[in-house]
């Protein structure tokens, strides 16, 4: 399973991964739910958010080679879940993504210090994650900089955002508005460095008016907002954390 | 899963954030036309526009909404103090006008080019950066010199035109020394995004921006607040590649000294600053620095190496001659 696979520890790790669980509400607070239904649903969630990037922090931040990164985050996972570390939060002292790093931060510190005691794929679950994926993303990326929690923080707004595009081409497919997120995709998730298509451009290629355009480029905005925004509330512990998070991303009145 | 590299994410930030950024400005009843939507800041959203009457295009900025309500009267009179700063360095503003909708707008040169923080990675000579410093340097002198203080200068605000100009951009958040503050106009926003001015405004980007602008003391705030602002973009463009070498001491030193937290410890003035980093790479002696024997020994070889190889060389030759 090298590669494409993470090993985790619990039984609360084996389907689902990469992707978001629907969910309206914060999942820190259930990461020790004794129902082991929602406890997966959490665990599922906060992996989906957060697995890239841990991957991403350890082999930038940490120089850690491609092989031992894919093994050290599947084992700072499993442990989180087994040690309870997670659950430990305290939400008055740090946000949850700023506590996560530095648990991951000491979970590496020791790691390097035991270096050759750490054993690869010794949990027995298994998660398929696109390792590769995030490879290819690194290519993209320059070396951390020295504002690591900034660093991290762009790789979760990074994750966040990805899934969201993936739901709104699902819900928008689904809903028969293929157009309308083909008009998005064009002029907002347009390739690096590429000339933005005029409204008039658009309109001609879709056949449609200008101002239906800019209409559906509006709404197609509002429902990517709403879709991150849902999943930032997921990932986030409090309501307060929540908001403060959204006004950075978003600005004043956001959440 | 998609792909989204960082300029991509910087984008759905800006287009997505908030609900007035979805609503297209209403023109009517001004002399421009709405073409596309450039880009959205933290003050306000930019479009390209077309004015009917001069047949041109232009860049038309839309300052949100709630930065627009409170301070209005502030928007019109530094837009109408920076229409008066002329400079090759500076976009100047053509106009300004309030939308049907309340919103404030001024319209712009419409710039065509590259912004810095992009064209940073094409640009690997640092003596071709320190230049481009420089020129950013002299422009903002220059508004000091008319009194008028950026106060959120950074990469993203600067552009190259396609003529190698060098361009300061976004004006918007300017404050015109001498002006008494706006007490009480807004409670302490902490948003770290940038709205106008008044007494209590936290107004600048985090980074970038002086101790005392993240105090949100506007009255503290003066041209040493640029400088350190112009510090913070200097330490960004001599940055080595990863893999390069290390920054030298003397630039180490400017940097510093232009970051000091207190303004007193500053350069005084931009023009100090860019001074010390022409004689940098010049390779002259800086103000802020005290080289050792060694140091000054190896910058004057660096400095003078081309006469002094021929020097050698000339000896040399001399040497085999004699030996001939």
Known sequence: MRGDAVSVAADALHTGAGRFPITRHSVIGALDASDPSERRQAWDTLIAAYWKPVYKHLRLAWNVPREDAEDLTQEFFARALEGGVLERFDPDKARFRTYLRVCLDRFASNARKAEGRLKRGGASEHLSLDFPGAERELGHLRAAGADVDEAFRQELIRALFSDAVDVLRERSLAAGKATQFAIFERYDLRPTGGDAPTYAALAEEFDVPATQVTNWLAAMRRSFRAIVLERLRAVTATEDEFRVEAHELFGPGAA | ?324
């Open chain 2, 1 to 324: 899963m998609t792909w989204l590299p960082d300029e991509t994410l910087a984008h759905l930030r800006g287009v997505v954030g908030d609900a007035a950024a979805d609503a297209p400005p209403d023109l009517r009843g001004t002399p421009y036309e709405l073409r596309e939507m450039l880009g959205r800041g933290g003050m306000g959203t930019v479009y390209l526009a077309w004015d009917r009457e001069l047949a041109r295009e232009v860049a038309l900025k839309v300052v949100h909404a709630e930065a627009a309500a409170a301070l209005a009267h502030r928007v019109v009179r530094e837009a109408r103090t920076l229409a008066r700063l002329e400079h090759p360095g500076i976009v100047p503003v053509h106009d300004v006008g309030e939308l049907p909708d309340g919103r404030i707008y001024y319209v712009m040169k419409r710039v065509r080019g590259e912004r810095l923080d992009a064209a940073l990675r094409a640009m690997p000579s640092l003596a071709e950066r320190l230049g481009v410093f420089e020129r950013i340097c002299e422009a903002v002198a220059f508004a000091h010199a008319h009194g008028v203080v950026h106060r959120d200068l950074k990469p993203e605000n600067v552009m190259l035109g396609e003529f190698g100009e060098t361009l300061v951009l976004d004006w918007g958040a300017a404050k015109t020394l001498g002006d008494a503050p706006a007490p009480g106009l807004l409670p302490d926003d902490a948003s770290g995004r940038t709205p106008i001015t008044g007494h209590g405004m936290v107004i600048g980007t985090p980074g970038y921006m002086a101790p005392e602008q993240a105090r949100g003391d506007s009255a503290d705030v003066d041209a040493r607040a640029d400088v350190y602002s112009l510090g913070a973009m200097l330490r960004e463009l001599v940055r080595p590649p990863e893999g390069g070498g290390d920054v030298s001491r003397p630039l180490r030193a400017i940097i510093a000294h232009a970051m000091a937290p207190s303004p007193d410890e500053r350069y005084p003035t931009a023009d100090a600053l860019a001074e010390d980093v022409r004689r940098a790479r010049d390779g002259e002696s800086v103000s802020v620095y005290r080289e050792n024997l060694f140091e000054r020994a190896g910058r004057l070889m660096m400095r003078y190496r081309v006469p002094l190889l021929l020097v050698l060389t000339y000896l040399a030759m001399r040497v085999v001659l004699l030996l001939l």
